[in-house]
Each structure stands twice: as structure tokens, then as C-alpha cells.
């Protein structure tokens, strides 16, 4: 009985404070002070995963962040059969080392399966032009304004066009959003571009 109170006390404690530990992980953009908290919020996922469920978006970056320091860009939840079956998390990591890197997070278990250096991507090899608003306060936005479960986030970098996130959301309602959240501002958009 006292174990039981123990584990949702720690349940709990895990849902409360694993998406305070990101958001301070992105605001940390040397890579240091920030990733002490990264690290503990990615310990605390890996042990609520004992409570069944899918790995949240914030799980999948305190993961993705406490193996390979740096700025997250893109994560993209897949159920492609390339990963085995199973279903991941894709998350593309500037690191503090000034190099991209590929990670890949299981969504059932928050474990790295890998994360390895991007020398073969034919995208800019320069740092993503610095965004006001963070993955994180984009992906709140999107949310609130269509409620639901987010299964792509994505910096549009393109240096043509206003710096904006690109949040897919599975909606309460079942229905998908592609939603575009001004990386200046935070304004809510819908993407007509997309289909």
C-alpha cells in the first residue's frame, strides 16, 4: 500500500515538473547550467514510463536533449515501419557542438535508441536563426488553440519568410491541425499552404 501512494506521488511529481525542466532547458542556450535540470526531467520520464502510456513531446526532448546538449528544431512523432515497428519520436538536435545531430526516442519507453551526427543532410550547416518564442511556448499556443496531442514541431528556417513553427495537432475532436506559430510573436495561424 505504501508503495503504491509512493509511485503516484512520484507519478505525479514526474507530470508536474518534466515540462518546467525543458522549458528551462531551452531558455539555457550555452548548454550547461540547463541540462542538470534536462537531465533530471529525462530520469523522471524514464520511471513514469512504468505508468504505461505514450512518451510526451517534453519526455521525447528532456531525452533527445540529456544525450546530445544543444537546441531542438524539429521532433516528429513516426509510426514508419523503418524504426522496426515501432513507434518513435524523430527529433533533429542543433548541438552545443555546432553540428546537427539525428536522434531517435522511443515512444513507448523515452530510451534513445540513437543519436548520431547529420554529416550527410543537405541542409544549412549553420546555427537556426534564433527564435523569440521557444519550441516550447509554440507548442503551448498551438495547443491552446486546438486542443490535442502535437505529432510534429518544426522551425520553417527558410530565410525567405518570417521565422515560424510548424505545429501538426491531432485535435480532442480527432480532426488534424497544421498550424504556424509566428516564432516572433507567438500568433496562431493556420497553415494554408499545407493540404
Known amino acids: 500500500m505504501k ?5 503516484s506521488a512520484v507519478t505525479a511529481a514526474v507530470l508536474v515538473g518534466g515540462g ?3 522549458a528551462v532547458a531551452f531558455a539555457d542556450d550555452d548548454g550547461g547550467k540547463g541540462r542538470d535540470q534536462v537531465t533530471r526531467s529525462a530520469d ?30 524539429e521532433a516528429e512523432l513516426d509510426d514508419d515501419d523503418d524504426d522496426g515497428g515501432r513507434t518513435v519520436w524523430e527529433l533533429d538536435v542543433y548541438g552545443t557542438d ?3 545531430h539525428d536522434v531517435t526516442v522511443d515512444a513507448g519507453s523515452a530510451k534513445v535508441l540513437s543519436a548520431r551526427d547529420d554529416d550527410n543532410d543537405a541542409r544549412d550547416r549553420h546555427a537556426p536563426r534564433s527564435a523569440a518564442v521557444s519550441l516550447k511556448a509554440a ?3 498551438a495547443t491552446g488553440a486546438h486542443p490535442g496531442t502535437v505529432t510534429s514541431v518544426d522551425l520553417d528556417d527558410d530565410e525567405d ?4 513553427w510548424e505545429v501538426d495537432v ?17 500568433e496562431v495561424t493556420v497553415d494554408r499552404d499545407d493540404d
Request: proline fraction near 3%; charge should be negative; glycine fraction near 10%.
Open 170 to 186: 491531432t485535435g480532442e475532436d480527432g480532426a488534424r491541425y497544421d498550424l504556424d506559430v509566428d516564432a516572433r510573436t507567438g
Open 3 to 7: 508503495r503504491t501512494i509512493a509511485i
Open 161 to 164: 519568410e518570417p521565422l515560424r
Open 44 to 73: 523522471r520520464a524514464e520511471q513514469s514510463r512504468a505508468t504505461g502510456g505514450r512518451v510526451t513531446l517534453d519526455e521525447a526532448l528532456a531525452a533527445a536533449l540529456k544525450s546530445v546538449p544543444g537546441t531542438v528544431t
Open 98 to 100: 555546432k553540428a546537427w
Open 139 to 141: 507548442v503551448d499556443a
Open 20 to 22: 518546467v525542466a525543458t
